[in-house]
T-cell receptor, first 113, second 114 residues
Framework: QKEVEQDPGPLSVPEGAIVSLNCTYS??????FMWYRQYSRKGPELLMY????GNKEDGRFTAQVDKSSKYISLFIRDSQPSDSATYLC?????????????FGSGTRLLVRP | NAGVTQTPKFRILKIGQSMTLQCTQD?????MYWYRQDPGMGLKLIYY???????DKGEVPNGYNVSRSTTEDFPLRLELAAPSQTSVYFC?????????????FGDGTRLSIL
């Protein structure tokens, strides 16, 4: 079993739709949770960062963490064609002083105009 | 502001050849990382470094070597290239001063071994 599971997609939605992206994980030591966005032929860039459980909102993006279910989500409201990218979840434990990240496999999102 | 710079962007190698993937950052970050990304597999950590002179293995270190003689540079060496090392390689760096600062990634080196 992988430590972090993520549906690879692709997920195709019309412009303006609400998008839900999800990851599940098995390691209860994970405390920090991130979402990275990766455009084609580019490196990943950080989109959202959350600590422990709860919600965090930034513009059209909302990140949710449910540690009891070992489940994290990223919601994109009013999706735009420019949101078309691969979305990677990443996480790490609190005690890891080297800040190593464990990544999901990524979900490809296509927003159709 | 260059950030993390990786060279070359593309490379084709023959089986058994050697090469060094270069990574340099201008943010004075102590922490640096090398990942490989295979289709549908996410990012796997190869090696990492917490400061100049200190390196350690990640999840998939076999077939690779690294060195960290300066804060800025973290080259990745392939000694005997194998087809299984065909991948996209990403270098990343992070400041150690604040835990919630992200890893900053370069744009990758696409490596094909034939």
């Amino acid at each position: 079993q992988k430590e972090v599971e993520q549906d690879p997609g692709p997920l195709s939605v019309p412009e303006g739709a609400i998008v839900s992206l999800n990851c599940t994980y098995s390691n209860s030591a994970f405390q920090y949770f991130m979402w990275y966005r990766q455009y084609s032929r580019k490196g990943p860039e950080l989109l959202m960062y959350t600590y422990s459980s709860g919600n965090k909102e930034d513009g059209r993006f909302t990140a949710q963490v449910d540690k009891s279910s070992k489940y994290i989500s990223l919601f994109i409201r009013d999706s735009q064609p420019s949101d078309s990218a691969t979305y990677l979840c990443a996480m790490r434990g609190r005690m890891d002083s080297s800040y190593k990240l464990i990544f999901g496999s990524g979900t490809r999102l296509l927003v159709r105009p | 502001n260059a950030g993390v710079t990786q060279t070359p962007k593309f490379r084709i190698l023959k089986i058994g050849q050697s090469m060094t993937l270069q990574c340099t950052q201008d943010m004075n970050h102590n922490y640096m990382y090398w990942y490989r990304q295979d289709p549908g597999m996410g990012l796997k950590l190869i090696y990492y470094s917490v400061g100049a002179g200190i390196t350690d293995k990640g999840e998939v270190p076999n077939g690779y070597n690294v060195s960290r003689s300066t804060t800025e540079d973290f080259p990745l060496r392939l000694e005997l290239a194998a087809p299984s090392q065909t991948s996209v390689y990403f270098c990343a760096s992070k400041t150690g001063k604040e835990h919630n600062q992200p890893q900053h990634f370069g744009d990758g080196t696409r490596l094909s071994i034939l």
